[in-house]
Structures are given as structure tokens and as C-alpha cells.
């Protein structure tokens, strides 16, 4: 069985800073991407970045702002999120892909992030 855990959610004002983490454990191998995606009520959750080896890809509102990096050895994925804006208010989500003969998706239960004065 396969757990994807994110932490690092909270209340932050707008210009502030948040590091999200996420971390996989169980029986996962072959992990080949991590990312983070978000999502308000009543809206499609949508891509904030992806990491594939040493490849990276940002959503556009989020692009020069936030950054992802992954721990291969701790089958984590980090986000660090900096100049935070209100409308960056979302549930934040961890996928893992895994890619052994077949794909397979992991997600996790997500961590709400509120930027608010």
C-alpha cells in the first residue's frame, strides 16, 4: 500500500512564504514524477509545478515564484512558495507517478493553504 503525505499548510499574509512537503512511503517503486496541484471549491484542480528528473514545468501564475525540488533518497518533493498573493489560497495536492511496466498515480489528501491579511 502506498501513502502520499503533504504537510506545511497554514495561514500566511499576502507576500509571505510557505514550504510545502510531501512525502511517499509503502510499497512504491519506480517513481518518475512528483508534483503539486491545487484547487478551490467549484474550480478544476490545476497544475502548479512538476519535477521529472531534472526537468521542471510551472504553471503560469506561479512561474518566478515558487519553486519545486525533490529528495530522491526520501521519496519526497518540496515547494517553496515566496511573494504568496490571496488568489494562491487552495487545497494543495501531491501526486506521485510511478512507472514500473505500467503507470500508476498516487495522490495525496492535500493541505490548505490560506493567504490572507
Request: glycine letters at 12%.
Amino acid at each position: 500500500q502506498v501513502q502520499v503525505v503533504e504537510s506545511g499548510g497554514g495561514l500566511v499574509q499576502p507576500g509571505g512564504s510557505l514550504r510545502l512537503s510531501c512525502a511517499a512511503s509503502g510499497s512504491i517503486f519506480g517513481i518518475n514524477a512528483m508534483g503539486w496541484y491545487r484547487q478551490v471549491p467549484g474550480k478544476q484542480r490545476e497544475l502548479v509545478a512538476t519535477i521529472s528528473g531534472a526537468v521542471t514545468n510551472y504553471g503560469d501564475s506561479v512561474k518566478a515564484r515558487f519553486t519545486i525540488a525533490r529528495d530522491n533518497a526520501k521519496n519526497s518533493v518540496y515547494l517553496q512558495m515566496n511573494s504568496l498573493k490571496p488568489e494562491d489560497t487552495a487545497v494543495y495536492f501531491c501526486r506521485v507517478v510511478t512507472r514500473v511496466f505500467v503507470t500508476s498515480e498516487y495522490w495525496g489528501q492535500g493541505t490548505q493553504v490560506t493567504v490572507s491579511s
